[in-house]
C-alpha cells in the first residue's frame, strides 16, 4: 500500500507525510543577512533555569537539575526559530522560562521596540501542544477568546468582538464557532482556535510548543500553512519548539539544536540541515524516520542523554564556538 496507493485518499494522505530526506529548509521567504540592520523582537540572553533535587529525610538539598544551561539566541521581526532536541532536552522549559510559567534561575530577556505592549496587549504569547487540555471545556469560545483581553485589564468591548470575528476567519473557523464549545471541535480546529486566542493580544512574538504534534498529517500540513501565512500577514516572529525534524525543516528560518539544556548548534535552516556539524545534530538528522527510508536499517543510536542532575554549586564550562559561514555555528566539542 504504501508502494504503490490506489485511493486517491490514501495518495493524499501519504503526500502530507512531512519529507525529511534531502535537508534542504523550505522556507527562504526571510534572510537575516539582509535585515541585520532590524532590531530583534527577542533576544535571550544567558537563560539558565534549575530544579531543585533534595534528598533523604531532612529534605537536603543535594544538587540541581540543569534544565536550561546558558542558553542565547536572537529572534528577528518576521523570522521563525526552530527549537529542536530530542525529549528531556530542555525545550520547553526554555519556552515555559520566557512566557514567565517558570522562573529562572539567571537571564535575561529584551523585547523589540515594537514588542512595547500596547495599551492591553501582551508582546509574547504561546500556543501549547494539547488542543484538547488547553482550552477550558466549560467555556464557550467567544469567551474563551476574550480571556486574554480580560485577563490584561481590557474589556469585553465592541472592539474586542470585531478582532475575535476577524481572528476566527482568519484562521478558517466559521462565525458561529463562536457560541459553541470546545469539544464540539475536532484537534485541528482546536489548535486553530488557540492561535487565535494567542493572537487576540497582536502579540509580536508567538512561542509554539509542540504545537502541531498532536495532530495528523494532512492537519499538521494545513496549520503550518495557516502558521506561515499569520506571520507574513503580521510579521510574526515564532519561537517554534519540536522534536520533529520534518516539521521543523518546513517551517523554520533557522535552527537551534538543544542537547541537555544547552544549544550546540545554531544558524540558517539550510544550513545547519544540509551541512550539520555537531554529532549530535548529525545524530538527530540520522534518526528522522520516512517513509522513503522504512527499509533501511537506522543504526538506532541509543547513548542515553547524560543525567542532568548537577551537585550543588556546579557550573558547565563556558563552550567554545567554530563558526561555518555567515550564519552557522556549532560547538567546538563532539558529544
Ligand atoms: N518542574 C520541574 N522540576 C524538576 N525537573 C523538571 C521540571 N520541569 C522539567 N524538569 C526536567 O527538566 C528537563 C527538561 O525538561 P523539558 O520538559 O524542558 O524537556 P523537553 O525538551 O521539552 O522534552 P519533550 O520533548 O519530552 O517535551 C527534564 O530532565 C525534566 O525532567
Ligand atoms: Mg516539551
Redesign the pocket.
Known amino acids: 500500500m504504501l508502494d504503490d496507493p490506489q485511493h486517491p485518499y490514501t495518495q493524499h494522505l501519504l503526500k502530507a507525510v512531512p519529507h525529511f530526506d534531502d535537508g534542504r529548509a523550505v522556507r527562504s521567504d526571510f534572510s537575516r543577512l539582509t535585515t541585520q540592520a532590524a532590531k530583534p523582537a527577542l533576544i535571550v540572553e544567558d537563560l539558565t533555569v534549575r530544579f531543585p533535587v533534595t534528598s533523604g529525610f531532612f529534605n537536603r538539598r543535594s544538587g540541581a537539575v540543569h534544565a536550561v544551561d546558558g542558553i542565547d539566541f536572537d529572534l528577528m521581526p518576521g523570522e521563525t526559530l526552530g527549537i529542536v532536541g530530542e525529549?528531556g532536552s530542555g525545550?520547553?522549559t526554555t519556552?515555559r522560562a520566557i512566557m514567565g510559567l517558570t522562573k529562572p534561575t539567571r537571564g535575561a530577556f529584551h523585547l523589540g521596540e515594537d514588542g512595547s505592549a500596547s495599551a492591553h496587549g501582551d508582546p509574547v504569547q504561546m500556543v501549547f501542544?494539547n488542543p484538547y487540555a488547553s482550552l477550558n471545556p466549560r467555556l464557550r469560545v467567544d469567551s474563551i477568546l476574550a480571556e486574554p483581553v480580560i485577563a490584561t485589564g481590557g474589556r469585553l468591548d465592541a472592539a474586542t468582538r470585531t478582532r475575535m470575528a476577524e481572528l476566527l476567519e482568519r484562521v478558517g473557523l466559521p462565525q458561529d464557532a463562536l457560541v459553541r464549545y470546545p469539544h464540539e471541535f475536532s484537534g485541528g480546529q482546536r489548535q486553530r482556535l488557540c492561535i487565535a486566542r494567542a493572537l487576540m493580544l497582536k502579540p509580536s512574538v508567538v512561542v509554539l510548543?509542540?504545537a502541531v504534534s498532536a495532530l495528523d498529517v494532512s492537519v499538521q500540513a494545513m496549520v503550518l500553512e495557516l502558521l506561515t501565512e499569520l506571520q507574513r500577514d503580521m510579521n510574526l516572529s515564532y519561537l517554534f519548539?519540536t522534536h520533529d525534524m520534518a516539521v521543523v525543516e518546513r517551517i523554520a528560518h533557522r535552527i537551534a539544536v538543544v542537547y541537555a539544556g544547552q544549544i550546540v548548534e545554531i544558524g540558517d535552516a539550510a544550513s545547519v540541515l544540509s551541512a550539520p556539524r555537531h554529532a549530535y545534530t548529525k545524530r538527530l538528522i540520522a534518526a528522522v524516520p520516512s517513509i522513503e527510508r522504512r527499509r533501511q536499517d537506522y543504526r538506532l543510536d541509543t547513548t542515553e542523554v547524560p543525567s542532568l542532575v548537577r551537585p550543588p554549586g556546579y557550573e558547565p564550562p563556558k563552550p567554545e564556538w567554530q563558526s561555518f559561514g555567515a550564519d552557522h555555528m556549532a560547538r567546538a566539542e563532539q558529544v
Open positions: 525529549s525545550k520547553s519556552a501542544q510548543d509542540e519548539v
